[in-house]
């Protein structure tokens, strides 16, 4: 009986495309449903509760978290926290393009070398690379040193613990996200694609501008997502290059949390974190994605 | 003083081998092409005909040699400086662009006012049978379609020389049948000189007003297709354009056009036109398409005529293709064209039969064997 149950399933996933699918990711869903959606509820609820006088979670809804956060204080916050990550993407942008395009360009044997190159800093812990960050930009740093002994500069530049730190720190986190997608939009553009338009009479960077860099918006749009939501959410960052002078709203959640031991109001600065850059997000990839349907 | 549309003057290209050597991808190229030729370069894959295309288009720089167009001397303009336009094998087409935005792409670049450029690229559209298809994406075309579009981007521009890659390698035999009349009734319309690359032997027969067969880098021969089909000057040339028999032996007699062979396999002797300056004693072959070939129950000359068996005939509709035995193996392939019904007893032979074969000498080249 049971063997026969099993053997009809086996026979009708057999014939069924879409059972087949739904077999085939039921894992994964699993998986999201169960460590995402259920935490992320977990957070909406947290985020209409209050604080009680311990830090303990008093189970009363209202909205008063988020009323908090209308703030001037928060709303600055979030401003900033947008404007540090839009730098971000548009730094990264300007910064990855050549080196994406340098690497598709470059001979085949080269070009997983290269690769392996931008995946390297990888293979070491992040806040490693922060402190290592910070020993290159501290007052006596090696930035300093070089600077001051080459004498283009006669006293050392601060910049660690200013905004500028924060920034530098959150290009070189985010840049190999920006360069992958790239890479692959630009690998992808064949060659004689450029020979076609110089042969119609376009100088290299007329070539460049009508054929490659649209070519290429797949690859900025997807690059400047995988850059821009992370850094909307950074605060290590912050943290350890900014000083305690800088604060993003990835650090205003993780003091609710960890140390104000404010859980609700931390939920409702994540909530808002999350559908600001989701409503970003969305508006920009529909624009772009708009412009990607014009474009290919 | 007169000058050519294209000149390529003892052109070389060297690329470099993955062993460390060079290879000469072009080797010592040295053509002139009329104004309003239909020029095409033939040959096998590898012969250089794609590079010298791509030479002429400034694409590649000669290693050595000289190429001018309309008698401007090229040396290192690059592409879009360069009187030409090309269409490529793969067609190359700007995918994130409509039709027209294709077309009209290499008239902004001569920074034309935009009436002047709608106009123009209707114009170009329409000569391509193209018309009210400006809006749509080359995805959206059909094989054939994105051909025209990569045609029209090209002559929209009135290149002084339109420079095309086997265009129509990609289509399937019955549409490349018709763009072939389809683009020459193009080419004697707009003017404009075609350099035509081909490996396709017919295709080069069909379009070119003259041909240059090319092997191994080299320029073998260059003339109009009857004289290459004709009078090839080498076994290279007999051999690879149309079906040719070869049979082998040695120089013994020569009288003014006329050569004599000594056949290898069997004792008789053969009589073809000369080709080229042989000497008595030099290995040589005959060379004679089976169509040339006459098939008989009885002698018809004193000379040339040999006695073979009908080993077997297929019919294929217009002609019937017999294969026979002169003896010791030697075989010919006769095409016998059928001009009444094989149903008829008198057209037909059958496998065994005893048959004479007649090789007109007039129809018969000697050839140096190299």
């Known amino acids: 009986m049971a063997s026969n149950r099993s053997k009809s399933f086996t026979k009708s996933l057999r014939e069924n495309p879409k059972l087949q699918g739904l077999a085939l990711i039921s894992p994964t869903m699993l998986y999201l449903l169960v460590f995402m959606l259920v935490p992320l509820l977990l957070v909406v609820i947290l985020s209409f509760l209050s604080r009680g006088p311990y830090g303990n979670v008093v189970y009363a809804l209202n909205l008063q978290n988020y009323v908090r956060l209308g703030d001037s204080l928060y709303l600055r916050i979030l401003w900033y926290s947008l404007a540090t990550a839009t730098l971000t993407t548009l730094a990264s942008l300007l910064i990855g393009y050549p080196l994406a395009y340098y690497i598709a360009r470059a001979p085949a044997k080269q070009r997983s070398f290269l690769l392996f190159l931008i995946l390297v800093p990888f293979w070491t812990n992040f806040i490693i690379r922060i402190y290592a960050w910070i020993m290159i930009l501290r007052t006596e740093g090696l930035l300093n040193t070089t600077l001051l002994n080459l004498g283009l500069i006669k006293a050392p530049l601060d910049i ?50 009508r054929v490659t860099l649209p070519l290429s918006v797949p690859g900025m749009i997807a690059g400047s997502i995988l850059v821009f939501i992370p850094a909307m959410g950074m605060f290590v960052v912050p943290d350890l290059m900014g000083g305690a002078k800088t604060v993003l709203v990835g650090n205003l959640i993780r003091n609710q949390f960890l140390t104000a031991r404010d859980w609700p109001f931390g939920a409702a600065a994540s909530m808002v974190l999350l559908i600001g850059t989701l409503i970003v997000t969305l508006l920009y990839a529909r624009r772009a994605g708009l412009g990607e349907e014009v474009l290919v | 003083m007169e000058t050519f549309a294209v000149e390529m003057c003892e052109v070389v290209k060297k690329f470099p081998n993955p062993d460390g050597g060079e290879i000469s991808a072009v080797d010592h190229v040295d053509l002139q092409i009329e ?58 087409l700007f995918q994130h662009m409509t039709v027209a935005q294709n077309v009209a792409f290499g008239l902004e670049m001569e920074h034309l006012a935009k009436p002047e450029i709608r106009r123009r690229v209707d114009e170009a559209l329409e000569m391509v049978q193209l018309h009210g298809m400006g809006a749509r994406k080359p995805k959206q075309l059909s094989g054939g379609q994105q051909q025209r579009v990569a045609l029209a981007r090209a002559l929209v521009k009135r290149p002084a020389v339109l420079l095309l890659d086997e265009p129509l390698g990609a289509l399937d035999l019955k549409l490349r049948k018709e763009m072939q009349l389809e683009l020459k009734a193009l080419q004697m319309q707009v003017g404009i000189t075609f350099v035509y690359v081909t490996h396709d032997q017919e295709e080069a027969l069909t379009m070119s007003d003259r041909i240059a067969l090319m092997n191994k880098g080299k320029v073998l021969q260059i003339g109009t297709p009857v004289e290459i089909y004709e009078r090839p000057t080498s076994r290279f040339a007999a051999d690879f354009i149309g079906v040719t028999n070869f049979l082998l032996g040695s120089v013994v007699e020569l009288n003014k056009e006329m050569a004599t062979i000594q056949l290898k396999q069997s004792e008789g002797r053969v009589t073809g036109l000369q080709q080229g300056n042989l000497v008595a004693g030099q290995p040589a072959i005959l060379s004679i398409r089976p169509e040339k070939i006459r098939l008989s129950e009885e002698r018809v000359l004193n000379q040339n005529c040999f006695q073979a068996r009908v080993i077997n005939t297929t019919y294929i509709g217009s002609d019937t293709r017999v294969v026979v035995d002169l003896g010791q193996g030697t075989r010919l392939t006769v095409w016998e064209q059928n001009k009444i019904s094989i149903l008829d007893k008198r057209a037909f032979y059958t496998p065994g039969q005893e048959v004479w074969v007649t090789l007109f000498p007039e129809n018969a080249l000697v050839l140096a064997d190299a």
Not at chain 2, 56 to 65: K, L
Not at chain 2, 68 to 92: D, E, H, W
């Open chain 1, 160 to 209: 660690l613990y200013t905004p500028m730190a924060v920034f530098i720190g959150m290009v070189y986190e985010f840049l190999p996200f920006m360069v992958l997608p790239l890479f692959t939009s630009l690998e992808k553009i064949e060659f004689i694609q450029l020979e076609a338009a110089a042969d119609l009479g376009a100088q290299p960077w007329r070539a460049f501008l």
């Open chain 2, 35 to 92: 104004h309003g030729e239909f020029f095409s370069l033939l040959g096998p894959s590898g012969c250089g005909k794609t590079t010298s295309l791509r030479i002429i288009a400034g694409f590649e720089w000669p290693t050595e040699g000289e190429i001018c167009i309309k008698g401007q001397a090229m040396g290192r303009t690059p592409p879009y400086l360069r009187p030409v336009n090309t269409v490529f094998q793969s067609y190359a």
